[in-house]
């Protein structure tokens, strides 16, 4: 039995007024017609945890 293998891909995007802008959708989705999907999301500012970024993990088998 062949084992699944992996790749990842990570994108930081900016939010404004602690959400993602809706017109990151088409990007969204563009992601998923690909294959790829979202595994993780995370606040990437350690400093002061604010959400001002964030941070993205998608996977998709490997070909």
Do not use: Q
């Amino acid at each position: 039995m062949d084992r699944v293998r992996w790749e990842y891909r990570i994108i930081n995007i900016r939010s404004e007024n602690y959400r993602i802008d809706p017109a990151r959708e088409d990007e969204l989705n563009a992601l998923g017609d690909e294959g790829w999907e979202l595994v993780a999301i995370t606040a990437i500012n350690y400093k002061t945890a604010a959400t001002d970024h964030i941070g993205m993990i998608f996977k998709r088998a490997r070909a």
